[in-house]
């Protein structure tokens, strides 16, 4: 990948994970009651949805706000 691609990818991806509950989940566990316990939506790795990663490492826009980086 470019420069330039891998920043798409990276923004996209940072976007695609912040819809979803484990990143206020973490946030919660680690900053706000600081209790370390994060109640994850999957128990392991092994159990994470192939769905779920796919959305994951989906385009969060039709085009990409950083599509004209060269």
Request: hydrophobic share 35%.
């Given at each position: 990948?470019?420069?330039a ?6 923004m ?30 999957y ?28």
């Open positions: 990948m470019s420069l691609e891998v920043f798409q990818s990276e996209s991806l940072s976007v695609q994970c912040c819809r979803h509950r484990e990143f206020p989940e973490g946030v919660r566990a680690l900053l706000v009651d600081k209790d370390g316990q994060p109640n994850w939506t128990p392991d790795v092994a159990s994470v949805e192939e769905s779920f990663i796919n959305e994951l490492l989906s385009s969060a826009w039709s085009q990409n706000p950083l599509a004209d980086l060269r």
